[in-house]
């Protein structure tokens, strides 16, 4: 047995080189290991001399004493077989092997760390300098009085201006307030330009330049114009007399006329009144802008294609969140909430309105289609992108929610006109009316422990990508299945938490030393509800929870909305697929997934665990979700690496661009920003403060100049950044009366993009874009990321310029302050003194005027100073 364990430790030791060097290797050191051979972290190394030498008796002694506790042991046997006495450990502050520590294994190694080779110095080669000619001695041919003539010269006296206030107004209180500047006639002061009558110059000579023409010749007949002057002419019709209009209607030429002209202007009339008088012929000529660069547009305004409001379920109620159907054609589902004023309406009875998420058609506008029961109001929910008939929810309490609804497929799609052909009882749940139109209504599958949940509504919820997982600690690992399974959630309670659908280790043990699992997708319960998380209902608990302290102040950050680069292992796949081949032939279903053990977990180096996140007051956070242990072993969320506050209230909407991965917008209050991931420094776009608030924001599936503002007005300004950059392209308003809460694009086709379109009425619009907004010209990719890299330039030049400034000042400053002699400090009955002498002029100054004008009167008490 003792003969094994070198073996052991070296083929760990092998195992472990794969991220790593031959020649080295990564250990952890405890506290007391640090303490007892001298290299406490920070203290003894640092990350600027990070090399301590240890002997190798030191290391043996300890491995003999301690045993496999030593944390020596896994080079038990490396250590044995080094042939000097002193062995090299490095100190890695920036865990570039995967630990904080690595003990470097060869000699040769340790040379080279220690005694890095110098760099090559290359061999100047002189050349011979050109000396600078000396300049000649100046000879005036006259040019300096041109230049004279053309300088600037202030030659009139400058205009003063005097502003003065009213006396009685010297020494009253301010009191500031907001008002109109249109409301009162002196509400401001303006000093507009006009333009002087009794003021003119008379141009005497103008620069102009003479170039040889043939001699023009000019001739004229009949008339001499002299000099121009404005004339006019009137004309009067010539009327006939009564006595021939009436011989004209008698005549039989006219008749003759008439008879032969009545069936060609009656065939004309009817063929006018079939023909389509609104038809588009621009659209028929199938006239695009990447035909030839032609720039004319098809048609300016979206147009209203389909609008779905039910007064049973949307009426009186916010939508607070829309998404389509991924599969099917026109099926688009929103989620219902109470008003803010009905929240907080003590006055009124309590409506106990049921929390739902209603699903709309194309087929049949007038009627829901399907019902998702919710324990509380909705706030955001998405489907799967592994598989659509799964949906997850944040709920108004903090709670999150799953639902399946696998049995209703077919009715979405139009294939089950029949309600009674579903196998639902939709008689379980009384929803109002829903007797009568036989809506079918889906329970919800799962939903999370109270005590694990949010302590606040949730604001939004994103599924992970199927090409990777993370672990408790936040480490992007593979995913096995290549199925999403995972769900990260945020709430203003100050957390981002991750969340695993899949059925705990310790249950699936059990479950596999019982009874076998039946198979999910068939079985139905009484009510209706799949046993597809059954699993996870009221048990629901999260993976992990990420904390946002703030940077330079106590408290924490409140998330309102996040978004995370989304990984795409494109070159992995094939490889994975050839490996695994059973892996990637059955797919088990939600019901039968398992979370893998942590030594199946192979880790991906290149996710990026970075995400932006907009909280309610106003700031964009950029934070890491990986999960850091402090010298205690205890686990911790990192501080933010940045934090911007560029918004004035709440962020409505954060989302990444779908062509370019590192471009984000985000929208709250009255202005949106466009930022570049890797770029530290602010927004490299910031729009200008408008009139009305920005609710919601969304980029173009098709075109990566385009992009949706929606207003708290009801409109939306469409901006196009190859046409305008100051406003938007298009105004769309009246969209509706209301404020706009959520819009979302979808791609039925390659020639038909919608915009839907969801406001605090709960009304639903779906409009159709038009050419101009979803064909995208030639190199607009290319064009559009040129722009974002020379809006980055600018942002970078504009902070160097502000940081030189602001150093130019300092400095000016100080040597004023250098220069100004050290004035003498008066006491403070020199000062008391000066006052009363400039108070006692200003009473005999008032004294004088009031006489002038006979309004002074002379009191006994009257006393000078």
Same mark, same amino acid.
Not at 11 to 18: F, Q
Not at 89 to 118: C, H, M, W
Not at 312 to 317: A, H, I
Not at 752 to 772: C, N, S, W, Y
């Given at each position: 047995?003792?003969?094994?364990?070198?073996?052991?430790?070296?083929?760990?030791?092998?195992?472990?080189?794969?991220?790593?060097?031959?020649?080295?290797?990564?250990?952890?050191?405890?506290?007391?290991?640090?303490?007892?051979?001298?290299?406490?972290?920070?203290?003894?190394?640092?990350?600027?001399?990070?090399?301590?030498?240890?002997?190798?008796?030191?290391?043996?002694?300890?491995?003999?004493?301690?045993?496999?506790?030593?944390?020596?042991?896994?080079?038990?046997?490396?250590?044995?077989?080094?042939?000097?006495?002193?062995?090299?450990?490095?100190?890695?502050?920036?865990?570039?092997?995967?630990?904080?520590?690595?003990?470097?294994? #060869? &000699? *040769?190694? %340790?040379?080279? $760390?220690?005694?890095?080779? !110098?760099? /090559? @110095?290359? +061999?100047?080669?002189?050349? =011979?300098?050109?000396? #600078? &000619? *000396?300049? %000649?001695?100046? $000879?005036?041919?006259?040019? !300096?009085? /041109? @230049?004279? +003539?053309?300088?600037?010269? =202030?030659?009139?006296?400058?205009?003063?201006? %005097?502003?003065?206030?009213?006396?009685?107004?010297?020494?009253?209180?301010?009191?500031?307030?907001?008002?109109?500047?249109?409301?009162?006639?002196?509400?401001?002061?303006?000093?507009?330009?006009?333009?002087?009558?009794?003021?003119?110059?008379?141009?005497?000579?103008?620069?102009?330049?003479?170039?040889?023409?043939?001699?023009?010749?000019?001739?004229?007949?009949?008339?001499?114009?002299?000099?121009?002057?404005?004339?006019?002419?009137?004309?009067?019709?010539?009327?006939?007399?009564?006595?021939?209009?009436?011989?004209?209607?008698?005549?039989?030429?006219?008749?003759?006329?008439?008879?032969?002209?009545?069936?060609?202007?009656?065939?004309?009339?009817?063929?006018?009144?079939?023909?389509?008088?609104?038809?588009?012929?621009?659209?028929?000529?199938?006239?695009?802008?990447?035909?030839?660069?032609?720039?004319?547009?098809?048609?300016?305004?979206?147009?209203?294609?389909?609008?779905?409001?039910?007064?049973?379920?949307?009426?009186?109620?916010?939508?607070?969140?829309?998404?389509?159907?991924?599969?099917?054609?026109?099926?688009?589902?929103?989620?219902?909430?109470?008003?803010?004023?009905?929240?907080?309406?003590?006055?009124?009875?309590?409506?106990?309105?049921?929390?739902?998420?209603?699903?709309?058609?194309?087929?049949?506008?007038?009627?829901?289609?399907?019902?998702?029961?919710?324990?509380?109001?909705?706030?955001?929910?998405?489907?799967?992108?592994?598989?659509?008939?799964?949906?997850?929810?944040?709920?108004?309490?903090?709670?999150?929610?799953?639902?399946?609804?696998?049995?209703?497929?077919?009715?979405?799609?139009?294939?089950?006109?029949?309600?009674?052909?579903?196998?639902?009882?939709?008689?379980?749940?009384?929803?109002?009316?829903?007797?009568?139109?036989?809506?079918?209504?889906?329970?919800?599958?799962?939903?999370?422990?109270?005590?694990?949940?949010?302590?606040?509504?949730?604001?939004?919820?994103?599924?992970?990508?199927?090409?990777?997982?993370?672990?408790?600690?936040?480490?992007?690992?593979?995913?096995?299945?290549?199925?999403?399974?995972?769900?990260?959630?945020?709430?203003?309670?100050?957390?981002?938490?991750?969340?695993?659908?899949?059925?705990?280790?310790?249950?699936?043990?059990?479950?596999?030393?019982?009874?076998?699992?039946?198979?999910?997708?068939?079985?139905?319960?009484?009510?209706?509800?799949?046993?597809?998380?059954?699993?996870?209902?009221?048990?629901?608990?999260?993976?992990?929870?990420?904390?946002?302290?703030?940077?330079?102040?106590?408290?924490?950050?409140?998330?309102?909305?996040?978004?995370?680069?989304?990984?795409?292992?494109?070159?992995?796949?094939?490889?994975?697929?050839?490996?695994?081949?059973?892996?990637?032939?059955?797919?088990?279903?939600?019901?039968?997934?398992?979370?893998?053990?942590?030594?199946?977990?192979?880790?991906?180096?290149?996710?990026?665990?970075?995400?932006?996140?907009?909280?309610?007051?106003?700031?964009?956070?950029?934070?890491?979700?990986?999960?850091?242990?402090?010298?205690?072993?205890?686990?911790?969320?990192?501080?933010?690496?940045?934090?911007?506050?560029?918004?004035?209230?709440?962020?409505?909407?954060?989302?990444?661009?779908?062509?370019?991965?590192?471009?984000?917008?985000?929208?709250?209050?009255?202005?949106?920003?466009?930022?570049?991931?890797?770029?530290?420094?602010?927004?490299?776009?910031?729009?200008?403060?408008?009139?009305?608030?920005?609710?919601?924001?969304?980029?173009?599936?098709?075109?990566?100049?385009?992009?949706?503002?929606?207003?708290?007005?009801?409109?939306?300004?469409?901006?196009?950044?190859?046409?305008?950059?100051?406003?938007?392209?298009?105004?769309?308003?009246?969209?509706?009366?209301?404020?706009?809460?959520?819009?979302?694009?979808?791609?039925?086709?390659?020639?038909?993009?919608?915009?839907?379109?969801?406001?605090?009425?709960?009304?639903?619009?779906?409009?159709?874009?038009?050419?101009?907004?979803?064909?995208?010209?030639?190199?607009?990719?290319?064009?559009?990321?040129?722009?974002?890299?020379?809006?980055?330039?600018?942002?970078?030049?504009?902070?160097?310029?502000?940081?030189?400034?602001?150093?130019?000042?300092?400095?000016?400053?100080?040597?004023?302050?250098?220069?100004?002699?050290?004035?003498?400090?008066?006491?403070?009955?020199?000062?008391?003194?000066?006052?009363?002498?400039?108070?006692?002029?200003?009473?005999?100054?008032?004294?004088?005027?009031?006489?002038?004008?006979?309004?002074?009167?002379?009191?006994?008490?009257?006393?000078?100073?």
């Amino acid at each position: 047995m003792p003969e094994k364990s070198p073996k052991s430790a070296a083929s760990s030791a092998g195992s472990r080189r794969r991220d790593h060097p031959e020649d080295v290797f990564p250990l952890v050191l405890t506290s007391a290991t640090q303490e007892l051979f001298g290299c406490c972290a920070d203290e003894d190394v640092t990350g600027e001399s990070p090399y301590k030498l240890l002997k190798k008796d030191d290391i043996i002694q300890d491995i003999k004493r301690r045993a496999a506790v030593s944390d020596f042991s896994p080079v038990k046997q490396i250590v044995l077989d080094y042939p000097d006495d002193e062995i090299l450990l490095v100190f890695d502050r920036d865990f570039t092997y995967g630990q904080s520590f690595y003990l470097v294994l #060869t &000699p *040769e190694a %340790k040379d080279r $760390i220690l005694n890095p080779p !110098e760099a /090559e @110095i290359p +061999e100047v080669v002189e050349c =011979e300098v050109n000396k #600078t &000619p *000396e300049p %000649k001695q100046w $000879i005036s041919l006259g040019s !300096e009085l /041109e @230049i004279d +003539e053309e300088s600037f010269k =202030e030659t009139r006296e400058k205009l003063w201006y %005097k502003f003065s206030r009213m006396r009685r107004k010297f020494g009253a209180p301010v009191c500031f307030f907001d008002r109109n500047t249109a409301d009162v006639r002196d509400g401001y002061l303006e000093c507009a330009s006009y333009q002087d009558s009794r003021f003119s110059i008379k141009q005497m000579r103008r620069d102009c330049g003479m170039q040889a023409v043939p001699t023009l010749q000019s001739s004229s007949a009949q008339t001499q114009w002299r000099h121009q002057r404005n004339m006019f002419t009137q004309y009067k019709p010539r009327e006939l007399i009564e006595e021939d209009i009436e011989n004209v209607l008698q005549s039989e030429s006219l008749k003759n006329f008439c008879n032969s002209v009545t069936f060609s202007v009656l065939q004309a009339l009817q063929q006018e009144e079939i023909m389509n008088v609104f038809f588009d012929d621009w659209k028929a000529l199938e006239a695009s802008p990447e035909a030839d660069n032609w720039s004319g547009k098809v048609s300016e305004g979206m147009m209203l294609y389909q609008a779905f409001t039910d007064q049973t379920y949307t009426k009186d109620r916010r939508i607070s969140c829309i998404n389509w159907h991924p599969t099917i054609y026109g099926v688009i589902a929103v989620a219902l909430t109470e008003k803010k004023e009905e929240w907080f309406n003590e006055s009124t009875t309590f409506d106990a309105r049921p929390s739902l998420i209603v699903f709309f058609c194309f087929s049949d506008p007038f009627n829901p289609q399907l019902l998702l029961e919710c324990p509380d109001d909705i706030f955001a929910f998405e489907f799967c992108p592994s598989d659509p008939n799964i949906i997850v929810g944040g709920c108004m309490n903090g709670q999150v929610v799953l639902w399946d609804i696998s049995a209703h497929i077919m009715l979405l799609q139009g294939t089950q006109t029949s309600v009674k052909k579903v196998s639902v009882d939709t008689e379980t749940f009384d929803l109002g009316d829903n007797k009568g139109n036989k809506t079918p209504v889906v329970r919800y599958c799962a939903v999370s422990a109270v005590d694990s949940s949010h302590k606040a509504r949730i604001t939004d919820v994103q599924w992970l990508p199927p090409t990777f997982e993370v672990t408790r600690m936040g480490n992007p690992v593979e995913n096995k299945y290549n199925t999403s399974v995972q769900v990260v959630t945020c709430s203003p309670d100050c957390a981002i938490l991750f969340w695993d659908v899949r059925l705990p280790r310790l249950l699936s043990q059990y479950s596999s030393d019982g009874k076998a699992i039946v198979d999910q997708k068939t079985q139905m319960t009484p009510y209706s509800v799949p046993d597809t998380f059954k699993h996870l209902d009221r048990t629901w608990k999260p993976l992990f929870r990420v904390s946002l302290p703030k940077i330079n102040t106590s408290g924490e950050y409140a998330p309102l909305r996040f978004n995370f680069e989304y990984y795409s292992d494109n070159g992995d796949t094939e490889r994975k697929a050839d490996e695994n081949d059973d892996h990637s032939e059955i797919i088990p279903g939600y019901s039968q997934l398992r979370i893998p053990s942590a030594k199946t977990h192979r880790a991906l180096e290149d996710v990026n665990t970075k995400l932006y996140i907009g909280t309610e007051d106003g700031e964009i956070v950029y934070t890491d979700w990986k999960l850091d242990k402090d010298n205690s072993g205890r686990v911790h969320s990192a501080k933010p690496l940045h934090c911007y506050s560029v918004h004035h209230w709440s962020v409505n909407t954060v989302q990444r661009s779908p062509f370019y991965k590192d471009i984000i917008l985000t929208t709250g209050g009255w202005n949106f920003a466009i930022w570049k991931e890797g770029v530290m420094d602010g927004p490299i776009i910031l729009s200008p403060s408008s009139e009305q608030v920005c609710t919601v924001g969304c980029w173009s599936l098709s075109r990566p100049a385009v992009f949706f503002i929606g207003k708290d007005d009801g409109r939306i300004d469409v901006w196009d950044l190859l046409e305008k950059t100051s406003e938007p392209a298009r105004v769309h308003a009246h969209i509706t009366n209301a404020k706009i809460t959520s819009i979302k694009p979808w791609s039925a086709s390659p020639k038909q993009h919608f915009l839907a379109v969801t406001d605090d009425l709960g009304m639903v619009r779906v409009f159709e874009i038009p050419k101009t907004l979803y064909m995208p010209s030639r190199n607009e990719s290319a064009s559009v990321k040129k722009y974002f890299e020379l809006e980055e330039n600018r942002l970078s030049d504009y902070l160097k310029r502000d940081e030189l400034w602001a150093r130019q000042k300092k400095e000016a400053d100080d040597l004023n302050r250098k220069m100004e002699p050290n004035k003498p400090v008066k006491s403070l009955q020199e000062t008391e003194d000066i006052n009363m002498n400039e108070y006692s002029d200003f009473l005999k100054l008032e004294e004088n005027i009031l006489k002038g004008i006979s309004l002074w009167t002379a009191t006994a008490d009257t006393q000078y100073p």
